[in-house]
């Protein structure tokens, strides 16, 4: 807003342009202009004092500063297991349970070091600077062919991406199984 300059503006002209202004949002170029502005310049001690005075005793939603306690202090166990709002009796998938056991780990492990730790689509490997993540893949699906969930022979190496790409059918993984990278036919 544009005045003459060396006029002062009356009280109630300053509420009635306040009252114009209230709600509005300052455009990024404003917000940019008045930043640069700002720019390396430091506030005044008394500015600063106040700045700080003002947030040690005001909250500002999602901002942490010392001297806040949790939520949560004193409240071990809250909503924790039998009390969380989501209990369903103590039960876990067969899933989550076949996925963690002892038996799954060695399978998973045991595809990996037949297929020599590299992917066997794109043969990507991990090396020093350049990481890859495998996953252990059952050919024949986990949920229709229970008994070969554990079977070496059912499993293959792949890298992320190219387990990614089985599963949204853009790759074909033959079931007749070749000779893994990096070893020797029998």
Sequence with gaps: MSRKKGFKLTNGHKRKI???MKGRKPSPKTIEASVKARKGKKLPKW??????????THEKKGRWFKGMTPWNKGLKGYQAGRKHYNWKGGITKENDKLHGSAEYKNWR??????D???CQVCHNRSEKGKRVYLMAHHIKDWKHYPKL?????NGITLCRKCHWKVHKKLLKIPL????????TPS
């Design 47 to 56: 500015l600063r004092k106040k700045l700080s005075d003002y947030w040690k």
């Design 109 to 114: 492990k045991a595809v990996f070091q037949r």
């Design 176 to 183: 007749i199984r070749r000779t893994p990278i990096g070893t």
């Design 116 to 118: 020599n730790y590299a």
């Design 18 to 20: 306040a009252l114009a």
């Design 149 to 153: 969930r554990f079977i070496v022979s």
